[in-house]
């Protein structure tokens, strides 16, 4: 988790997500974020990791708050971590 930490100091005040698994971590932007989004495959049902992490990114404090995604194998998880001041 060191990477992830590394580069939430790096990015603080910065509106974006953190892409992390066990080896790295990359920062998009918000626009880097939204055209990921839109190179996925749409499905007939409600995309709710689309809909969850584009709701979570324009709705989080980027001064306090650091809004994460994590892949583990098959599974992905949408994360807001907040900094203890």
């Not at 990359?26 to 974020?33: A, Y």
């Amino acid at each position: 988790m060191k990477h992830l930490v590394r580069s939430f100091k790096e990015h603080v005040g910065e509106r974006g997500c953190h892409f992390y698994d066990t080896e790295g971590c990359n920062f998009l932007n918000w626009k880097q974020v939204f055209d990921f989004l839109g190179t996925l495959p749409t499905k007939k049902t409600t995309d709710t990791f689309a809909e969850k992490l584009a709701d979570s990114l324009a709705n989080y404090d980027p001064d306090s708050e650091f809004l994460a995604v994590q892949q583990d194998g098959d599974t992905v998880s949408v994360e807001l971590y907040s900094q203890i001041s």
